[in-house]
C-alpha cells in the first residue's frame, strides 16, 4: 500500500538495489562456491597457486581427465558411508517431527484453553528450558544413559529431541491456537462433545497452518542438531552434521577432505529446497510466536 | 478447561520436558558434586639380573573394583567448582597477592581456562549483538522498498546463513577464508603479505569468528525487523510527508520508535543464542585460541579414554547460571505481558 505522495528518488533506488545485491551476494555466495567446489579436486578448491585454479578445474582436468568429476560425491557416499548418515537423519527427523507435533498440539491447546494460573508457569518453565543451552543437558545425559545402556542408539537420540523442541513447539502451537477462536470448541462442548472429541473433529481440521510451521521448526531442529546427536550416537549410527565433523578429523587424507565438502552439499541441499517452499510458514513462525530463544 | 482434562492433553508433552529437560539438569549438578576415582597405585618390587628396585604402577584390577563400586566417582562436594579449570580460587588470590601491577593480574586471571573461555564467550556475544541488530534493520529497510515480485527470491537468499547448521556454515566460510581458499588469497593481496592468514593470530581468529556469528545471525534480526515493518502504521507516516520531513526523519522519529520493543526482544534472543557458542568454533578449528564454556564442556564429554562427568557438571552449572542472568530481562518482559493480556 505505498502512497503516491512516498515515492522513492531513483538515486535511492539505485542506492538501495546495490546495498541489497551486495548483501545477497555476502550470504548466497559462500554456498554458491562451495557447490561449485564440490565437484573439483583438493588441490584445486585449496588452490596454493591461483584461486582461479578452483574455478577453471586445472588440477581436477589433470588428476581426472575433466573439469569437473563427482569422484568425492560417489567415494563419500559409498566407502564414506554418507548414505548411512542420511538414512539415520531421515529416520531421526521424521520421528522427532511427528512425535513432537503429536506431544505438542495436545499440550499446547489445553495451555491455550486453560484459564487457571498454573498455564503461566508452565509456560515460563518452558521458556527457562529452551534457553538451556543443549551442551549442559547432553552433560546430564551421558552418565545415566551409559548406566543404563541406552546410549548410542537412536532411540534415545529421538526422544531427547523431542523433549528438547517441545518448549518451542509448545509455545508456537500456543500462540497459534490463541488465535483459534474459542467459540469454535465451544459450541463443540454445548453440543455434548467430550474435549478430546472437540480437539478431533473441531480443532484438528483447523490447525494444519499452525502445524505445518511447527513441523518446520522441529525439523530444522533435528536435521541440523549437531550437540545431541554428535555426542549422544556412537559413530556408526552418526547423523549427517556429525559424519561431517567427522570427515574432517583426518586431514592428512586429502580425499576425505572433499568428501566433507560434497557432504556439505549433500545435506544442504534437501534443506534448502524445503525451506523453498516453505519460506512463508517460516518467516510466520519466526515472528509470530516471537519465541525463538 | 477441568483440572483433569488439562493433565491428560499435558502430561506427555510435559512427561517428556521432565524427564530429559528437567531432570538432566539436576543429573548435571549431583554429577558436578562428584569427582572421578584416584587411579590406585601399588609398588610392585621387580627383579631382574641385575638387581631389584621398586616401581609405583596403577593397581588396574582394583582401580576397576573402585570405578563398579563408585561409577560416579567419590564425592567432592563443591571442590570441582573452585578448581583451577573452574572458578580457581587459590590461583586467583595467589596471583592477588604475588602480582605487582593490575595488568599482571589480569593477565593470569585471562589464563585460567574458565575465565579466558568467559571472556571469549562475553566478547562473542557483545560484540556480535550490536552489529546483527543495525545490519538487520538496514537489510530490512531495504528489501522493504524493492518490487513485489522481487521480494520473495530476496528474502529466500538473504535468510540462507541462517537455515544451515552453524558447524556446516562456519566450514562453508573457513574454507574460504583458509590461506589457499578465495576470500584468503584475496585477502593476501589485498594486504600485499603472502602469508598472511587469518589462523595465524588468535586476535585474527576472534575476529574472524565474530564475522561469522554476524554472518550466521543477522537473518533472524532481518525476519524479525521485516514483519515488524509491516506494522508500521501509514496514517503518522503520510502526515510527516505533508508536514515536510524527510526520508531519514520519518524513519528516525517513527519507524525506529515503533521498533524498539522488537529490537529489545532480538538483542536478547541473539544474547542467549550467542552465550552457548560452540559449532563455530569447531568448525573454525578454533579450539587453539577461542574457547566458549560450552567447548569446555564438550571437550570434557570428548575425551576418548575418560569422560570427566564431573569437570562438565561443574562448568555446565556455571553456564546455567550465566543463562539465567541473561535470561531475567525476558522472564520480566513475559511475566508483564501475561499480566496485560488478562
Redesign the interface.
Known sequence: ?E?K??R?SKQ??LI??F??LA??I???F??I??FW?SFKVKAD????A??MF?VTGVNTLIETGDTSTVKAYVESWTEGEFWKATMNTIIITVSVVTISL???T??A???S????KYT?W????????R??????????????FF?LNVWGILPTTI??L???N??FT?WLLYSFFKTVPKELDESALIDGCS??QA?RFVIMPVMWPGVVTAGLFSM?LA?????VTS?LLNQQNYTM?PK??AY?GTIEHSGNYMW??SS?VS??AP??MI??FF?RQ??SG??AG?V?? | ?P?R??FW??F???L??L??????????FF?SLHIEPEQILMEVEKCDPFGCKTETKVDIEATTKLQEEQ??GRFNGLGTYGDRNHLAFDEIKEAWTNSSSMAEFTDILLNLPFYKALLFTLTFCFAVTPPVVVLGF??AL??N??TKSLK?P????????M??????GS???F??I?A???LG??IQFLFDDPNLSLKSSSQLTWITLIIYGI?HNT??AF??F???LQTVP?DP??AA??DGAS?YERVRHIVIPHLYPVAT?II??CL??N??V??PI?GF?AEGVAQSL?WM??N???SENK?L?GS??A???L??IG?AI??TP??IR??RE?RTER
Open positions: 500500500m502512497s505522495i512516498n522513492y535511492l533506488i538501495n538495489s546495498f541489497i548483501w545477497l555476502v550470504s548466497v559462500p554456498f562456491w562451495t567446489g578448491f585449496f588452490s596454493r591461483d584461486w578452483a503429536f506431544l505438542g495436545l499440550g491447546y489445553a495451555l484453553r486453560s484459564t487457571y503461566f508452565i509456560l515460563i518453565a518452558a521458556l527457562i528450558f534457553a538451556m543451552p543443549h551442551i549442559t543437558l547432553v552433560s546430564g545425559y551421558l552418565f545415566p548406566q526422544i531427547v523431542v523433549a528438547i517441545q518448549p509448545l474435549y478430546f480437539f530444522m536435521y541440523n542438531d549437531f550437540t555426542l552434521v561431517i565433523n574432517l566433507a565438502v556439505v545435506a544442504t534443506l534448502f525451506i523453498m519460506q517460516l518467516i519466526l515472528t516471537a525463538k530463544g | 478447561m483440572h482434562t488439562f492433553f499435558f506427555p508433552s510435559g517428556a520436558m524427564l530429559f529437560i528437567g531432570l538432566p539438569i539436576i543429573s548435571s554429577q561409577p560416579l538496514i537489510v531495504s528489501v522498498t524493492i520473495g530476496t528474502i529466500f537468499g538473504v535468510i540462507l546463513p537455515i544451515v547448521t552453524p558447524l556446516i566450514l562453508v566460510l574454507w574460504m583458509d589457499k581458499g578465495i588469497s584475496f554472518w537473518p533472524f525476519v524479525v521485516y514483519a515488524a501509514q507516516i503520510e510527508i505533508i526520508r526482544f536478547l534472543i542467549m543464542d552465550f552457548r560452540l559449532e569447531i578449528a560450552s564442556i564438550y570434557d564429554l570428548r569422560m562427568f562438565a557438571g562448568t555446565s552449572m553456564t546455567i543463562v541473561l535470561l525476558v522472564l513475559t511475566w501475561f
